[in-house]
């Protein structure tokens, strides 16, 4: 009998585990779906986001909560172009909080940390989609900030070596710089830094796509995004972006292909996958695809993020949707970059599906 294999399993509970190979398999083994963790409840709060609408209504849908955050006496909320969660899962007697992503700016992560009240000294580990400084912008000002108060040994997963590789967005006006986050500085704040290349399980709860295979045909990285070339030698040579085949110079700019981007999920029990696609760039397709391969899970109970497709033509935008048709998923959160095309799209081919989020918006999934 043909059956997945995953290594390093007796981990799980611990740490950082590798969900072995690529199955060949088409159908899923009950072996496969049992080495997956899952929780009894995730809650998936919204710490910052694009938009913060303090009229949005919350509410219980057919198997979600959503709640919201209006004006309170513990201050306001701030929106920005940036990303970051708090995730919240529960199992049995035991929790766990991870951070994901870290927005823009210091200013507005901390002020919604706090308004949240969410204390990242009680993080189990954080993850780092990919090195955009939508993303990332807060996390070395947060590492600064809370050193020596956060777990000991906390470890931020990335996906991949170019997650700390300069980044410039080449616009016809010239290009936007998205900086280089440091490695180093935060391993020298005490961070330990964990590329997660394969699947991997994060705090025990969580897991990692791995770095995202592309199954589509219709969801490419976004044109303008360049990587800046490093010394062929380094972490940021042409060798790790994914084009060993350009000859390129230090200080050249590449296309950025985001090999090293990756998606954040959660099996919640009795809903299925909830698959958390951060900026997308991978697609978010491609991402969910690669979640249910390397879980063994087909059922997907939420979609949730940033889906990049703002700038995306209408043909894409009805590709995306078609293929949301086919996962079927219960609900679908679009955040950040997914763009008013996509939300309008999904509104009206499936809007019970559909929960609008907002910074602050806490969804919560399971029993
Ligand atoms: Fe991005
Ligand atoms: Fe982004």
Same mark, same amino acid.
């Given at each position: 009998?043909?059956?997945?294999? +995953? ?47 303090? +009229?949005?209504? %919350? ?12 004006? %309170? ?57 990919? %090195? ?41 006006? %010239? ?31 969580? +897991? ?115 293929? +949301? ?43």
């Amino acid at each position: 009998m043909q059956r997945r294999t +995953f290594l390093k399993l007796g981990a799980i509970a611990s740490g950082t585990v590798a969900f072995g190979g690529v199955s060949r398999l088409a159908t899923r083994t009950a072996a496969a779906q049992s080495a997956v963790p899952t929780v009894d409840r995730l809650v998936m709060t919204n710490v910052v986001d694009n938009i913060y609408d303090i +009229f949005a209504k %919350g509410g219980k849908l057919d198997t979600v909560t959503v709640q919201r955050t209006s004006l %309170g006496k513990s201050g306001t909320l701030l929106a920005e172009h940036g990303l970051a969660y708090h995730l919240e899962s529960v199992r049995g007697g035991e929790r766990r909080e991870v951070l994901l992503d870290f927005s823009l700016t210091e200013r507005n992560l901390l002020n919604n940390y706090a308004v949240l009240k969410v204390d990242p000294a009680r993080a189990d580990a954080f993850i780092l989609s990919h %090195g955009h400084l939508d993303h990332y912008g807060a996390l070395p000002d947060l590492a600064r900030l809370t050193q020596g108060r956060l777990k000991p040994g906390l470890t931020v997963y990335a996906g991949g070596e170019d997650t700390f590789c300069h980044r410039v967005v080449a616009t016809p006006a %010239g290009t936007i710089d998205q900086g280089q986050l440091d490695r180093g500085a935060l391993e020298a704040r005490g961070l330990k830094i964990v590329l997660a290349k394969q699947t991997t399980v994060v705090a025990g709860h969580a +897991f990692t796509s791995g770095q995202i295979p592309r199954l589509t045909d219709f969801e490419r990285p976004p044109a303008p995004a360049r990587l800046v070339a490093g010394p062929m030698d380094s972490m940021c040579s042409v060798s790790h972006f994914g084009v060993t085949r350009v000859e390129a110079k230090p200080g050249d700019l590449v296309p950025d292909t985001f090999q090293g981007e990756h998606a954040t999920a959660y099996h919640v029990k009795d809903r299925g996958l909830v698959v958390i696609t951060s900026c997308g760039h991978a697609g978010v397709i491609n991402s969910v695809r690669q979640i249910q391969k390397a879980t063994g899970v087909e059922k997907v109970h939420a979609v949730v993020g940033g889906f990049h497709l703002a700038p995306a033509p209408d043909e894409i935008v009805a590709k995306t949707v078609e293929a +949301f048709r086919t996962i079927n998923p219960d609900y679908i959160i679009p955040m950040h970059c997914t763009g008013l095309n996509t939300i309008m799209a999904v509104h009206q081919a499936m809007p019970k599906k559909l929960v609008m989020p907002s910074t602050g918006t806490r969804v919560i999934f399971g029993a």
